[in-house]
């Protein structure tokens, strides 16, 4: 029995960790204010770690759902994993409490489906651990947006919103290879001094005119502009969790750590006696 709640302990400890870690990218997407407004190596970066963080929350789930009974054992485990989220997050507010306590709604939805399907079958499949991740990892999605909303509505309400100078400078340095080509070598430095300052101007009075009135939604425009991509990405990997999961589930049953028994059960039918 005690070898038995080692391994029940090793598994929560496994989602634990993924759910530390995975708070600990929504606390560095939360940062990433000006880097989602650029395209730049850190970003792509970032984004890579935060796809290794949906993996191993996916992998970590799976194995929990699928393996740890009674169903309160898995349970514990997901609200654990929870808590794990928020202390890697570094920050606890109403608007992080409000997701987490919608992951752990689904986790605990998804828990029950899953224990009722492998229940349901003949033989044991990765199958309906890995197909009733998807509404799981729409919610990990959201978690991470809403990380990134809450964070952008406090920077514009504290400083406003301000052009992204990584765009402004791209396009500043095409006009200016423009007027280099046009403009006279004697004219041309004050020339391109003089289209900065118009050019910049031109930029400030249009954002101050035609966005600042808007500020509120450019949240909820940038959330957007992440979340389907994000979704995107993830149903076209989201074979390699399954894959993963098939291989960790073959590696356990060789090592002797789970094993394949066999049941007999009563069927019940109605027919005209």
Same mark, same amino acid.
């Given at each position: 029995m005690s070898n038995k709640w080692l391994k029940f302990t090793f598994f929560t400890i496994l989602l634990i960790g993924a759910g530390y870690f995975f708070g600990t990218i929504c606390k560095q997407i939360g940062q990433a204010y000006d880097l989602i407004l650029s395209s730049s190596r850190e970003l792509l970066y970032l984004l890579l770690w935060l796809l290794v963080a949906l993996g191993g929350i996916m992998v970590a789930a799976g194995l929990v759902a699928a393996l740890l009974r009674p169903l309160w054992i898995g349970i514990i485990a997901f609200i654990l994993s929870g808590l794990a989220m928020l202390l890697g997050w570094r920050q606890v507010t109403i608007g992080n409490g409000i997701m987490i306590l919608g992951y752990l709604l689904v986790a605990f939805f998804y828990t029950f489906m899953v224990a009722r399907e492998l229940n349901e079958r003949i033989r044991f499949s990765v199958r309906p651990i890995s197909e009733g991740q998807n509404i799981l990892l729409i919610v990990l999605i959201l978690v991470i947006c809403g990380s990134l909303y809450f964070s952008c509505a406090a920077h514009i309400e504290q400083e406003g919103f301000a052009p992204p100078q990584f765009y402004i400078k791209m396009f500043m340095e095409q006009m200016e290879k423009q007027i280099e080509a046009r403009v006279p070598a004697k004219e041309r430095q004050e020339v391109i001094t003089q289209f900065r300052k118009e050019f910049q101007r031109t930029v400030d009075e249009f954002f101050k005119s035609t966005v600042k009135p808007y500020e509120k939604y450019i949240p909820l425009a940038i959330i957007a502009v992440l979340f389907m991509p994000l979704v995107t990405v993830t149903r076209l990997l989201v074979w390699i969790p399954t894959l $993963? &999961?098939?291989?960790?589930?073959?590696? $356990?049953?060789? &090592?002797?750590?789970?094993?394949?028994?066999?049941?007999? /059960?009563?069927?019940? /039918?109605?027919?005209?006696s």
């Open positions: $993963l &999961m098939s291989i960790i589930f073959s590696l $356990l049953k060789a &090592m002797g750590t789970v094993k394949l028994i066999s049941e007999t /059960r009563e069927v019940q /039918r109605l027919v005209i």
